[in-house]
């Protein structure tokens, strides 16, 4: 080996991966029954009950002077109300308040496990959980749509744009259900997810990289550039909650917006 070269090839060093990604069974040894339930499964499982609990903890013996747990149960409660539902929904937004502030917790909880040392793993980044909450949004806005106008008016008003000549319509048509039923979920789940992934990621080669060369034999440099590496590793946790926080809040707008124009009145 020559001095001076990072022995990638020779086995003591794998860079992260899509492999970092894929879990077995949170249980192994466990009961057949219990074999779905990897990593990913167990948090988004968790992250749903810790929001029913803390919603339930945050709602009880509400006082005027608010202690500091219903303070902050407010101020995330008033955030989504007015910063979201109400600006976007206007008068319909208590309608969708329930679920709205739901999907925001549920995402921020689940965005945060990437930083919290018992998990250090971002549900999101599974590309698969981030397409379900995309379907169960979609089910939402278009679900919303059908209630207030049926089913044909509903499709009329979303595949027919106003003051659209007739002979465009094979053209329009096509195009207005790719982007208002195929491109909307597709793009929300993929934009979750590619930047929790993206981040994970970093932070992996960050932190293994760094403790590789932190620990190499006989190279200052190396062992130098390792420890300047995990801190820069700290820096980019950091920086990950706040990319958390910002995919949560986004995914929450979009899809109030989704519903907004699948419930208003002119299109």
């Given at each position: 080996?020559?001095?001076g070269?990072?022995?990638?090839?020779?086995?003591?060093?794998?860079?992260?991966?899509?492999?970092?990604?894929e879990?077995?069974?949170?249980?192994?040894?466990?009961?057949?029954?219990l074999?779905?339930?990897?990593?990913?499964?167990l948090?988004?499982?968790?992250?749903?009950?810790?929001?029913?609990?803390?919603?339930?903890?945050?709602?009880?013996?509400?006082?005027?002077?608010?202690s500091?747990?219903?303070?902050f149960?407010?101020?995330?409660?008033e955030?989504?109300?007015?910063?979201?539902?109400?600006d976007?929904?206007?008068?319909?937004?208590?309608?969708?308040?329930?679920?709205?502030l739901?999907?925001?917790?549920?995402?921020?909880?689940?965005?945060?496990?990437?930083e919290?040392?018992?998990?250090?793993?971002?549900?999101?980044?599974?590309?698969?959980?981030?397409?379900g909450l995309?379907?169960?949004?979609?089910?939402?806005?278009?679900?919303?749509?059908?209630?207030?106008?049926?089913?044909?008016?509903?499709?009329r008003?979303?595949?027919?744009?106003?003051?659209v000549p007739?002979?465009?319509?094979?053209?329009?048509?096509?195009?207005?259900?790719?982007?208002?039923?195929?491109?909307r979920?597709?793009?929300?789940?993929?934009?979750?997810?590619?930047?929790l992934?993206?981040?994970?990621?970093?932070?992996?080669?960050?932190?293994?990289?760094?403790?590789y060369?932190?620990?190499?034999?006989?190279?200052?440099?190396?062992?130098?550039?390792?420890?300047?590496?995990?801190?820069?590793?700290?820096?980019?946790?950091?920086?990950?909650?706040f990319?958390?926080?910002?995919q949560?809040?986004?995914f929450?707008v979009?899809?109030?917006?989704?519903?907004?124009?699948s419930?208003?009145?002119?299109?």
């Amino acid at each position: 080996m020559r001095p001076g070269l990072l022995p990638l090839e020779d086995g003591g060093f794998e860079p992260p991966g899509v492999e970092d990604f894929e879990f077995g069974p949170a249980f192994p040894g466990g009961p057949d029954w219990l074999m779905w339930l990897n990593k990913p499964a167990l948090q988004a499982i968790i992250g749903a009950l810790l929001v029913v609990i803390l919603w339930w903890w945050a709602s009880r013996n509400l006082k005027v002077s608010p202690s500091k747990g219903q303070f902050f149960g407010e101020y995330i409660y008033e955030f989504v109300r007015n910063g979201i539902a109400r600006d976007i929904l206007h008068h319909d937004f208590k309608k969708f308040l329930p679920y709205l502030l739901g999907l925001f917790s549920f995402l921020l909880i689940n965005n945060w496990f990437g930083e919290f040392f018992l998990f250090m793993y971002p549900t999101f980044s599974n590309v698969g959980y981030a397409y379900g909450l995309a379907f169960l949004s979609w089910c939402v806005y278009v679900g919303a749509g059908f209630v207030k106008f049926g089913f044909s008016g509903f499709l009329r008003r979303q595949l027919i744009p106003e003051g659209v000549p007739w002979y465009l319509l094979p053209i329009i048509i096509p195009l207005e259900f790719l982007a208002n039923f195929i491109t909307r979920p597709v793009t929300l789940a993929l934009r979750l997810f590619a930047n929790l992934f993206a981040g994970h990621l970093v932070v992996l080669v960050f932190v293994l990289g760094g403790s590789y060369l932190l620990t190499y034999d006989n190279n200052l440099f190396y062992n130098v550039s390792g420890g300047v590496s995990i801190l820069f590793s700290l820096a980019v946790l950091f920086l990950e909650l706040f990319i958390g926080a910002l995919q949560a809040y986004i995914f929450t707008v979009l899809t109030a917006q989704y519903v907004s124009t699948s419930i208003s009145e002119a299109h």
